[in-house]
């Protein structure tokens, strides 16, 4: 028997720190639990949303009026340079798991934050590589994912972790990490960088409430701690705008607004 909780505050449960109320809120902890939950909300013909690591998501100040289901499933299972990860296990867990398995092909996402799940739902890429190029099966139900089957190469853990840190460090100096924000705002269009266009708009620093579009990322919105959903809108619709009339390109998100 499942016990929603209700008119639960989401901001917390997001990097970007944002969001009204979930009209009811619940986590599941085990693959039944979330496949149970989903079965519930359609019979009920109640709205849903599945949340994982609340990272590339931005909720609206009114919240969400239906069902929130966190996704908290995490078991892994290593087999030879296979690893089986329910949808709810931590991008960052895996990466550790994988490395010190002696495995290699996850490192270029270590920085990356939310779940397996949610990346494999966007397609998560960083340093020219995708999550899809490691991703053998997915197993789901009705089209929520559920577990993901990742094929990586055997590798060298002190090599592992050198690569790492290097792409560490690379983030950290061109990313705002020490802020609250849901990672890059848009996808970049073919051969182009989103930040590097809403950069030559003018837009670095521009603020709108407490939303500011970062001085060392163009393409990060970042909450300078009592930020709005509506203002970090605002902030998106001002740089699609400009992005179109200087370059005459349409910019797509690559966050989800809920």
């Not at 799940?117 to 995708?130: D, I, L, R, Y």
């Not at 990490?177 to 890059?184: E, H, I, K, V, Y």
Request: with cysteine; glycine share 8%.
């Amino acid at each position: 028997m499942f016990y929603f909780k209700e008119n639960i505050p989401l901001a917390k449960y997001t990097s970007f720190k944002i969001g009204g109320p979930a009209r009811y809120f619940l986590v599941a902890k085990t693959t039944n639990d979330l496949i149970k939950a989903v079965g519930l909300a359609q019979a009920k013909k109640l709205p849903f949303f599945i949340l994982g690591g609340g990272s590339n998501l931005l909720i609206s100040d009114q919240g969400f009026n239906g069902l929130v289901i966190r996704a908290q499933n995490s078991k892994i299972k290593v087999q030879n340079s296979r690893i089986i990860a329910e949808a709810g296990v931590a991008l960052s867990k895996l990466i550790k798991i994988s490395v010190d398995s002696g495995l290699t092909g996850l490192e270029w996402a270590v920085g990356i934050p939310g779940t397996i799940g949610g990346a494999v739902k966007v397609k998560a890429s960083a340093f020219g590589q995708n999550i899809s190029e490691v991703v053998k099966e997915i197993k789901t139900f009705d089209k929520i994912i559920l577990a993901v089957e990742l094929v990586l190469r055997k590798g060298n853990k002190k090599k592992s972790q050198q690569l790492i840190k290097e792409y560490l460090r690379k983030r950290k100096d061109s990313q705002p990490l020490d802020s609250f924000s849901a990672g890059c705002i848009f996808k970049n269009p073919v051969n182009q960088f989103a930040g590097q266009l809403i950069e030559q708009c003018g837009l670095k620093g521009k603020k709108i409430g407490q939303a500011m579009i970062s001085k060392k990322h163009a393409n990060f919105i970042i909450n300078l701690g009592q930020a709005q959903a509506e203002d970090v809108i605002k902030l998106i619709q001002l740089i699609k705008k400009s992005v179109k009339e200087k370059f005459n390109l349409v910019l797509e998100e690559e966050i989800v607004i809920l």
